[in-house]
């Protein structure tokens, strides 16, 4: 009887070098805060991996239980259930330390300051570290919608791989996420970058560069006129919240919607679309910067337009 050669099967596969490798199975993040929670939810839910970077295991800590709290109320709510909730949290994990990014496909910048000096300073820096540890392939994006990523890119070595995307995660069913190419942007970077959008199941809205992109520059100008309107007496925070709501459709009335984004978001928008364009359009209104001097943010500090309970749920 011969002798029965046993050969692995693996022989007859492709080599690891020739496997197609999944376009994007793994994101990174870099700032893990309300926006970052909810990107990397809006991500992880697609069955992909993400790596977050925080500044401390302190943050790091604060932005997974968030996180859980918001897993939750999904399950309140939505009809998850507890072993989805468990299988999209075992896709996100947080990390100190942009080393952590190395194998990223696509890495998005998320991270919060609070002058215009601040934002394009730090941005910059957060784009150089990214650079030192991923691919020259791996594409690198901005969430800012107020800063040109041509600005942020510039001093990169492969700034073709550099876009911005706009989640808008206020709205976390809204089905679109604008997409901008900057003067270095590769039209490879910007297809590829096309096609993680339509993979997360949102529509590509693509944008001409500029501050403020279309979603930002007509909103605050909305919560501008309101309140001019209010502080003119023309009509009651309440009845000009309704009106937008039962008039024209929207879901939330433009003082609701700036309460939920948060007041000192609105007016860091309003000033850099000042600074950039000079329209007094987007100077931001004394009403506005009122609340935000009393540290009245909205429903993230229980107090803003209208007042919230520690859930967010607005009561009066």
Known sequence: MSDIIIESIEEY?????????????????????????????????????????????????QAIFRIENELDHMIDHWGM?????????????????????KGCDLVIEAIR???REQRVSCRKEVFKNIEKYVSPEAIIATNSTTIAITELSSELENKHRCVSL???TTSPGAKMIEVV?????????????????????????PVEESPGLISVRLFVALVNEACE??????????????TMRIGLGLTLGPLELADKVGLDKVVRWMDNLYHEFGDIKY?????????????????????GFYKY????KKIS
């Open 13 to 61: 596969g492709l080599s690891k070098k020739d496997r197609p490798k999944q376009l994007f199975s793994k994101v990174g993040l870099v700032g893990c805060g309300i926006v970052g929670q909810n990107i990397a939810l809006m991500i992880s839910s697609k069955e992909l991996e993400v790596a977050f970077i925080e500044l401390s295991e302190e943050k790091i800590e």
């Open 81 to 101: 259930t507890p072993g989805e909730k468990r299988a999209i949290l075992s896709r996100i994990h947080g990390f100190v330390g942009y080393e952590n990014l």
């Open 113 to 115: 300051s609070k002058s």
């Open 166 to 168: 706009h989640f808008l």
């Open 181 to 205: 190419r900057g003067l270095y942007t590769s039209d490879e970077a910007y297809d590829r970058v096309c096609k993680f959008v339509r993979m997360l199941g949102k529509e590509v809205i």
């Open 229 to 242: 309107v209010l502080m003119e007496g023309v009509g009651t925070k309440e009845d000009i919240d309704k």
């Open 283 to 303: 100077k931001a209104s004394p009403v506005i910067k009122k609340l935000v001097r009393a540290l009245q943010y909205g429903r993230i500090s229980g107090q």
């Open 309 to 312: 309970d520690e859930k967010g």
